[in-house]
């Protein structure tokens, strides 16, 4: 996985001034759109149309300060139909306009080109299974909220709290089968994983494939496949976020799996009463690489 990301990142440097057909360059590299996206996002704490717009506009300063061309022409070079939608995307990574920088040489934010490197430490053993699971459904209650990588998400948290504790209690009482207990489900986000993006989150159970859901209660079909299941034990809920970066870092460039499109889920398996602790199960959908 590390020498497809460095390969990616070679192939954004060729392609500056093309326009970049993910789905074109996951298949050269052998893996899928959603897994490169995702594990792009996850080491370099950007999505990738991220990184791309801001290395464009790097190279495309350094043609605004040298003056040999007008910036239409420089803005059609970099994919932009007019000099205004250039600025726009010019000044979200400069914080100034082509025509400031050309005038005064500066001042410029510069995106340096990424190179990805796997370092082994050995020292945090991850405890994962694989299960392959039939298909099933996911039932409760469904929100859309936006995503937060680190520390408690204020969203989720109205989310679950605005239920009645006996809705809990029912929740648990309709799942049959694992993952079991009442679930967090992380669902529909986007491959590039950006802070912010929105989500559905879904508090509730796994079902049956053939089970009915209560006509008040939101649903996810689940197909069936692969999962890998890491554990986790410690403050909650830094030490599933931290397990979730590790997967990205260390599990996934060192087995041969990759991330499918579905549901991440978190079973909760034991808490402390006020829930700063707490031993989890993390649900990623994979499939083995081919």
């Known amino acids: 996985m590390i020498s497809a990301l460095n390969r990616l990142v070679d192939i954004v440097e060729e392609r500056l001034t093309e326009e970049l057909t993910v789905t074109e360059v996951a ?16 080491l370099a704490g950007m999505p990738l149309s991220e990184y791309v717009r801001r290395r464009r506009m790097t190279v495309a300063a350094a043609d605004v300060v040298r003056g040999a061309d007008d910036l239409l022409s420089i803005a059609v070079r970099y994919g932009y139909g007019s000099t205004e939608a250039f ?11 082509p025509g400031d920088v050309r005038r005064d040489g500066g001042p410029l934010r510069t ?31 469904a929100t859309r909220v936006p995503l937060v990588h680190e520390g408690v998400n204020p969203h989720i948290q109205q989310h679950i709290a605005a239920l009645p504790p006996h ?14 207990g009442l ?97 989890c199960e993390l649900w990623l959908p994979v499939e083995p690489v081919s």
């Not at 298949?27 to 996850?42: K, P, Q, V, W």
């Not at 600025?87 to 306009?97: K, P």
């Not at 970066?245 to 991440?264: C, D, I, Q, V």
């Open 111 to 141: 995106q340096p080109q990424l190179r990805f490197r796997l370092t082994v430490e050995g020292n945090t053993p991850m405890d994962t299974r694989i299960a392959d699971r039939p298909a099933f459904r996911l039932i409760g209650h």
């Open 87 to 97: 600025g726009r995307a010019f000044r979200a990574v400069h914080g100034t306009s």
């Open 183 to 279: 679930l967090q489900v992380s669902d529909g986000l986007e491959p590039d994983s950006a802070e912010g993006s929105e989500l559905t989150y879904l508090h509730g159970v796994a079902v049956a494939a053939d089970t009915s859901a209560p006509v008040d209660l939101d649903v996810i079909e689940v197909p069936a496949g692969a999962w890998a299941v890491f554990r986790t034990e410690g403050p909650h809920p830094q030490a599933m976020q931290r397990a979730w970066a590790a997967t990205a870092t260390e599990w996934f460039p060192s087995n041969p799996w990759r991330l499918r499109p579905g549901p991440s889920i978190v079973a909760v398996l034991d808490r402390a009463a006020d829930f700063r602790t707490a031993t």
């Open 27 to 42: 298949r050269e590299l052998g893996t899928t759109e959603y897994h490169l996206r995702r594990m792009f996002s996850a």
């Open 167 to 180: 809705e809990h209690a029912r929740l648990k009482a309709l799942g049959n089968l694992e993952p079991a």
